[in-house]
């Protein structure tokens, strides 16, 4: 990923939708029950944003300093719609992943997994990035320069601001 020196916001024209996913390895030793969910979610992943037109438009991998036994998904996806599509297709791999997860594990407390979605209307979000490589959210839209004064009313719903 190439660093862009200065600061940078990014544009989106639309609203999106932020899902925060991801997995906690709660006993280390039941490797058996928690390596197909972690599998299964960077593949699930990689699936989502190879499709074509796929509505998953950026992805970000987290493993949590407060708690090392959490990973997790940072994603924009177009649409609560699209993404509630992906979900239940049964000819992609998060449905039959989802039953394998509840077959194997999800009642023993061996692993846990979890999300949150939040849908961001058009205008209702506000980024900053210095010195910063295209990620997150300036990945999925415009990676745009900002000028020094900038301040984060000025970038609040404002598609120009810079």
Do not use: C
């Not at 599998?39 to 991998?61: C, H, I, Q, V």
């Not at 036994?69 to 699209?82: A, C, L, N, T, Y």
Request: hydrophobic share 40%; proline share 6%.
């Amino acid at each position: 990923m190439d660093v862009k020196a200065g600061r940078y916001t990014a544009n989106y024209p639309d609203g999106f939708v932020v899902l925060l996913i991801g997995l906690r390895i709660n006993k280390l030793w039941r490797v058996n029950e928690w390596a197909p969910v972690m599998r299964a979610a960077f593949a699930m992943t990689d699936e989502a944003l190879k499709l074509p037109d796929t509505p998953l438009l950026n992805s970000n991998t987290v493993w949590s300093v407060s708690d090392p036994r959490v990973f997790f998904f940072v994603q924009h996806w177009r649409s609560f719609e699209e993404l509630m599509v992906w979900a239940n297709n049964k000819d992609l791999r998060h449905k039959p992943a989802q039953k394998a997860f509840f077959r194997r594990t999800a009642y023993n407390g061996n692993v846990g997994v979890w999300h949150e979605a939040y849908k961001v209307g058009k205008g209702q979000f506000e980024a900053i990035y210095a010195n910063m490589p295209e990620m997150s959210l300036a990945a999925a839209g415009e990676y745009r320069p900002l000028r020094e004064s900038s301040t984060g009313n000025d970038r609040m719903g404002d598609p120009k601001a810079s």
